[in-house]
């Protein structure tokens, strides 16, 4: 599968904007400014398709980049606590919406940072996708941060902490050194794939 051939498609801010869902996606959700735009990058090789803020809470836009086989779609991080309570109920019912579109969704990749405990936001997320049955990993962003003891006691932390989510696959992720990207490549063809069969 090739995941260099991409473009950036098309960028939704209310509902009624959402593309056709003609393709299996491959949707990307997390926190803001955990390192969402960053692991869409590595995957696709470029530097700068999705892009990478330093002020967290920008992406306010359901953002789609097609591939041959598949689209990514990138959703607005959640969780950040400057920007307004309109803003946020905007964001909340983009999201709802587009899960709510009877989308050909193929993978949902729920991204945590691997330092920090799952925030409530993480935990309704995570509850929302696992009650709905939907197909979903959780990829651990940050993984280069941690020293090898400090990184395998989070890993013992993060099986306790989503220990009642039985089945859902964790893959730690370095966008610095790219381990994990092989892992996550696989799971989105297998997935693909499933789709299409």
């Not at 473009?7 to 904007?17: D, H, I, L, R, Y």
């Not at 946020?88 to 990749?109: C, H, M, P, T």
Request: proline letters at 4%.
């Amino acid at each position: 599968m090739n995941f260099n051939e991409v473009s950036f498609e098309f960028a939704a801010g209310t509902v009624n904007q959402l593309p056709k869902s003609d393709m299996p996606e491959v949707v990307f959700s997390g926190h803001s400014n955990v390192g969402k735009s960053s692991l869409i990058n590595k995957l696709v090789q470029r530097k700068a398709l999705a892009r990478v803020s330093a002020q967290p809470g920008k992406t306010a836009t359901v953002n789609f980049y097609k591939l041959q086989e598949f689209r990514m779609v990138d959703l607005p991080g959640y969780g950040y606590a400057k920007v307004s309570k309109a803003e946020k109920q905007r964001w909340a019912s983009l999201v709802e919406g587009y899960f709510s579109d009877n989308r050909n969704i193929a993978l949902i990749i729920q991204i945590i940072d691997i330092r920090h405990k799952p925030t409530k936001d993480d935990y309704d997320m995570i509850n929302f996708l696992y009650q709905c049955n939907a197909p979903f990993v959780i990829v651990l962003t940050k993984k280069d941060k941690l020293k090898k003891t400090a990184y395998e006691k989070r890993i013992d932390e993060i099986m306790d902490e989503l220990e009642e989510y039985e089945g859902v696959q964790l893959i730690p992720f370095s966008a610095i050194d790219g381990s994990g990207l092989d892992d996550i490549k696989e799971v989105i063809e297998e997935y693909i794939k499933e789709t299409e069969g």
